[in-house]
């Protein structure tokens, strides 16, 4: 049994999808960003850095609990156990990991801050907005651009296609729209209409519409102010 410490954000449907890819079993654990229980500390014991997703295998290394942050790490663990979306094979699976870790670190933290200037900011600052559009459009860019070359982004769906999904389905947030994109557009209808995707995202859909406007108590548990 695998218990996923989730909300419905981008990082959270990652683990959320791919535990529905490989048609696991597991529970999921509500941690409601908006009321702060990202700081608790029985949440705090199994990610110190307060962040959704994680999980904790019950049947982990040597039989025991085994506790996993950090969502490319949780997509790699479980690839790896159940040999599932990242090959063996040593380009293959090295042309995932390039993928992978560039959503991770620089897909995902980009659009983060563009969604925190653009939408969460309390105060609208011209320039972290200039800078990040800009930001934005280069990621996309280069996305279209091997969506050109190849049907995934490691050449057959992967983790890498789970990590990167949920992003592009918040492009509302970082002000794109997918008719500007036909090769990320093409990519993201097929991904969209499997069912394990379909599956992972539906995950505390009633937890979906969730608010957190600048300066209230929500955003202020967001982001740590509280």
Do not use: C
């Amino acid at each position: 049994m695998i218990d996923l410490y989730f909300w419905p954000t981008p990082n959270g449907y990652k683990a959320a999808i791919m535990l529905a890819e490989l048609d696991l079993e597991y529970r999921v654990v509500p941690v409601d960003i908006t009321a702060g229980e990202q700081f608790h500390p029985e949440f705090l014991k199994i990610n110190p850095n307060n962040k959704v997703p994680a999980i904790v295998d019950h049947d982990g290394p040597h039989n025991k609990p085994y506790a996993v942050f950090e969502s490319a790490v949780v997509l790699i663990y479980l690839a790896e156990k159940f040999g599932k979306f990242l090959s063996q094979d040593p380009e293959k699976r090295y042309d995932t990991l390039k993928w992978l870790v560039f959503q991770n670190t620089t897909m995902g933290p980009m659009l983060g801050q563009a969604h925190h200037f653009m939408v969460y900011a309390t105060e609208k600052i011209d320039y972290a907005i200039e800078r990040y559009d800009r930001e934005v459009g280069r990621i996309y860019n280069i996305l279209e651009k091997r969506l050109g070359e190849s049907e995934y982004l490691a050449g057959e769906y992967s983790i890498a296609d789970i990590s990167t999904f949920p992003w592009v389905r918040t492009r509302k947030l970082h002000r794109r729209e997918l008719s500007e994109y036909p090769n990320i557009d093409r990519w993201y209808q097929a991904i969209k209409d499997r069912p394990g995707v379909r599956a992972g995202i539906n995950t505390l859909s009633d937890s979906k519409q969730w608010e957190a406007k600048p300066g209230t108590e929500a955003w202020k548990n967001m982001f740590g102010k509280n």
